[in-house]
């Protein structure tokens, strides 16, 4: 059964960085694209960035453009999301997820319901 372990969360102050981490297992995922969405407070789950497995291919939001950077080590079967420059906004709890079989060369999922396996989330705090 396909697991994802988050990991990597905590409390930082503005302008500080973490990396979050995403341990994955159980498929083979070199069809797949790996996700990472946050929910905040009160607020609707958010997708922040994506990477298709095969290929690298990233997308990010447009709020943490130049901020943040999702990666994968093929090796580990893990994928990042390295945030600088953290702003308090960016409190959150962040998720893992895969779309199976999901984006291409073209494409990212980008909505919930395209991704099909969620880990359990870690919590970033970031204070001002």
């Known amino acids: 059964q396909v697991q994802l372990v988050e990991s990597g969360g905590g409390l930082v102050q503005a302008g500080d960085s973490l990396r979050l981490s995403c341990a994955a297992s159980g498929r083979t995922f070199s069809g797949d694209t790996m996700g990472w969405f946050r929910q905040a407070p009160g607020k609707e789950l958010e997708f922040v960035a994506a990477i298709r497995w095969s290929g690298g291919r990233t997308y990010s939001t447009d709020s943490v453009k130049g901020r943040f950077t999702i990666s994968r080590d093929n090796a580990k079967n893990t994928v990042y999301l390295q945030m600088n420059s953290l702003k308090p906004e960016d409190t959150a709890v962040y998720y893992c997820?895969?779309?199976?079989?999901?984006?291409?060369?073209?494409?990212?999922?980008?909505?919930?319901?395209?991704?099909?396996?969620w880990g359990q989330g870690t919590q970033v705090t970031v204070s001002s």
């Open positions: 997820a895969v779309s199976v079989d999901g984006g291409s060369s073209y494409y990212t999922p980008r909505s919930r319901r395209e991704y099909n396996y």
